[in-house]
């Protein structure tokens, strides 16, 4: 073992360091006591805050689509009597073609 340098103490001399009552002494000041210490605390705190960001993400991308597909879902609600009578009423068909398709379709 190499010599110490001068007017440090021999590592024999130093007092044993209790982790330990350290901990115990910080869980108490910091108030973390009651959820099982502040290592266990700050590991479960880290979880929920990252799956409530991952849950924000989804919930605003989730909302954002369906601004989107807003406009696509009244499409998809009108029926093909519904575009039969448009393009008739655009002149795309006449009366006797809009009649046969109307039949056809079982519009009234």
């Not at 290592?39 to 989730?62: K, P, Q």
């Not at 009597?81 to 068909?93: C, K, N, P, S, V």
């Amino acid at each position: 073992m190499d010599p110490l340098p001068e007017g440090l103490p021999s590592p024999v001399a130093w007092p044993e360091f209790d982790h330990r009552k350290l901990e115990a002494r910080l869980n108490k000041v910091s108030g973390f006591e009651g959820f099982g210490g502040a290592m266990g605390f700050g590991a479960i705190g880290m979880i929920l805050f990252w799956g409530l960001v991952i849950a924000g993400a989804i919930m605003v991308a989730r909302w954002l689509g369906s601004l989107n597909s807003g406009s696509s879902n009244r499409s998809v609600e009108r029926t093909a009597l519904d575009i039969l009578r448009e393009r008739f009423a655009r002149g795309e068909i006449d009366q006797q073609e809009f009649e046969e398709k109307r039949r056809v379709l079982g519009g009234s």
